[in-house]
């Protein structure tokens, strides 16, 4: 109030100035005119005081005085969009980041699966190469047992050989020293005829004798498994007969045996000494 008085005052010395009267028609005009003032200035402080009250909901630190309202407010309205702007860009950023750290994590995530494949083929892999050692590794083993099995059976079968030939041979030697003895025997049975025997009674004898004596050692080597063989009329067999000469015989056949010097004698069935033979020509 004391403001618009002064401001009346000062108004009415302007006019007085300038040569206006100050009639009782200019007070009334002054005092309307100061009354507008006043009225001015209260609505522009409840104005003021609105928007203050306005401003402090929306943020505390635009609480300001009615008379700093108009400084203060764009001072606080600056600020509040340049914070607004701030946590627009800091919320971008985090955007941005987010984006950044979930493109980070899916290529994180590409590359441990593609590193778990790598791991897994080379797993396989490994798994394949030793698999394939263990399979060369049976496979030579058991090469080398069925080898070892197929020498033992063969020593085995020569162990079985040895003692049957040692079982069955075992005479060989005595038997070879006997077949000049039976080839004595033989020459002294035919030397002597029947006509010779008849006008002599000893000689008869003798010859009994010698045959029962022949008879007796060929049951001998019987029993051991020696047999005689080649007499006049067989097939000539090279690998039991020795052909001692050749000669013809129209009464005979052509490849047999025609003449018997030695006999041919086997030992369970191995030939120890071949007949010697006289063979007839073939025509």
């Known amino acids: 109030m004391n403001h618009a008085a002064t401001s009346g005052r000062r108004l009415a010395s302007s006019l007085c100035a300038r040569g206006?009267?100050?009639?009782?028609?200019?007070?009334?005009?002054?005092?309307?005119?100061?009354?507008?003032?006043?009225?001015?200035?209260?609505?522009?402080?409840?104005?003021?005081?609105?928007?203050?009250?306005s401003l402090t909901s929306i943020h505390p630190s635009l609480t300001t005085t009615p008379q700093t309202y108009s400084r203060t407010s764009r001072r606080g309205f600056a600020s509040s969009a340049n914070d607004s702007d701030s946590d627009?860009?800091?919320?971008?950023?985090?955007?941005?980041?987010?984006?950044?750290?979930?493109?980070?994590?899916?290529?994180?995530?590409e590359e441990e699966v593609k590193a778990n494949?790598?791991?897994?083929?080379?797993?396989?892999?490994?798994?394949?190469s030793e698999l394939a050692k263990t399979k060369a590794t049976l496979s030579s083993t058991k090469d080398a047992l069925l080898r070892a099995l197929a020498e033992q059976e063969n020593i085995r079968m020569i162990a079985r050989r040895d003692v049957s030939n040692a079982t069955s041979f075992a005479v060989t030697k005595?038997?070879?020293?006997?077949?000049?003895?039976?080839?004595?025997?033989?020459?002294?049975?035919?030397?002597?005829?029947?006509?010779?025997m008849e006008g002599n009674a000893d000689l008869k004898v003798l010859h009994e004798g010698v045959s029962m004596t022949a008879d007796l050692l060929a049951k001998s080597f019987a029993s051991s498994g020696l047999t005689s063989f080649t007499e006049p009329g067989d097939t000539f067999d090279p690998e039991r007969h020795d052909a001692m000469f050749e000669y013809e015989d129209e009464a005979g056949e052509g490849g047999t045996v025609g003449q018997v010097m030695k006999k041919g004698f086997e030992l369970n069935g191995r030939v120890i000494r071949p007949g010697q033979v006289g063979v007839i020509k073939k025509k």
């Open 117 to 128: 494949d790598d791991d897994s083929a080379s797993q396989d892999d490994s798994e394949d």
């Open 20 to 53: 206006i009267p100050n009639t009782s028609s200019n007070s009334v005009l002054l005092n309307s005119i100061v009354d507008a003032q006043q009225w001015s200035t209260l609505l522009n402080r409840s104005v003021a005081r609105q928007h203050s009250k």
């Open 88 to 109: 627009d860009k800091d919320n971008k950023d985090k955007e941005d980041d987010s984006e950044d750290s979930g493109d980070d994590s899916k290529e994180g995530e």
């Open 174 to 196: 005595l038997a070879k020293s006997l077949l000049d003895v039976s080839d004595n025997l033989d020459r002294a049975l035919t030397a002597v005829t029947e006509e010779q």
